[in-house]
């Protein structure tokens, strides 16, 4: 299978990285590709967009093809996963910040989310969750946004403070935190099995 992960800006190279461990572990045969050109993404069977500012990756996938890429896969069935400033793209609808900074989303899920939910205080932390499929998972969130608001049709993973934090609705997979930061790769295989079905 191919992977691909949205290059345009953020922690694109750790992804990689963490998805082709996740191949391995599970004896896929396949391959990981960081792309910022049009043409790639539709090709793959799975997508990755990574954390960074969602402002400027919005403005990238937006101003080529890769946004529609990245629409027409996920209605094609095949999994897509966007981690913090990922996951603001894959929602519906945005905060205030979002309309503010006229930030473009792929509209994939069914959430509502506030971006830098957790205030200056805490820019990052690390914290112990429960994951639903996963199991007790230390997670990373760096100025990370959270949902705070589902429809049915979306299925809610994680939870930290009031916030939604981890959710999947069919295909589409949002984390507010980042997986590829720690050595743990059971959030990308887990997303990766999305895909073997
Ligand atoms: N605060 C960033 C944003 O709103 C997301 C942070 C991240 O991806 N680490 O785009």
Same mark, same amino acid.
């Given at each position: ?13 750790? &992804?990689?990285?963490a998805?082709?461990k996740a @191949?391995?572990n599970l /004896? ?14 539709? /090709? ?5 967009? =990574? ?27 095949? =999994? ?51 994951v639903?499929g996963i199991g007790e998972y230390d ?5 990370? =946004? ?31 935190? &980042?997986p590829? @930061?720690t050595d743990d790769t059971r959030i990308h295989e887990y997303f990766l099995r999305?895909?073997?079905?």
């Amino acid at each position: 299978m191919r992977v691909a992960v949205v290059g345009v800006q953020g922690d694109v190279e750790e &992804h990689v990285i963490a998805a082709k461990k996740a @191949l391995k572990n599970l /004896k896929v045969d396949g391959e990981v590709v960081a792309t910022r050109k049009a043409g790639v993404v539709s /090709k793959s069977d799975a997508v990755i967009i =990574p954390g960074g500012e969602s402002t400027t990756i919005s403005r990238l996938i937006f101003s080529d093809s890769i946004a529609d890429e990245i629409v027409q896969i996920a209605n094609e069935g095949k =999994p897509v996963m966007g981690t913090c400033a990922g996951l603001i793209l894959l929602s519906k609808y945005g905060d205030e910040q979002v309309a503010k900074t006229n930030t473009k989303l792929l509209g994939l899920m069914d959430i509502w989310i506030k971006r830098n939910a957790f205030g200056r205080q805490r820019e990052s932390f690390q914290v112990k969750l429960n994951v639903k499929g996963i199991g007790e998972y230390d997670a990373v969130f760096i100025r990370a =946004p959270a949902i705070v608001k589902v429809k049915e049709n979306v299925d809610v993973l994680a939870t930290f403070e009031d916030y939604i934090v981890a959710a999947r609705q069919n295909n589409v997979l949002a984390l507010a935190f &980042h997986p590829e @930061l720690t050595d743990d790769t059971r959030i990308h295989e887990y997303f990766l099995r999305m895909s073997i079905r």
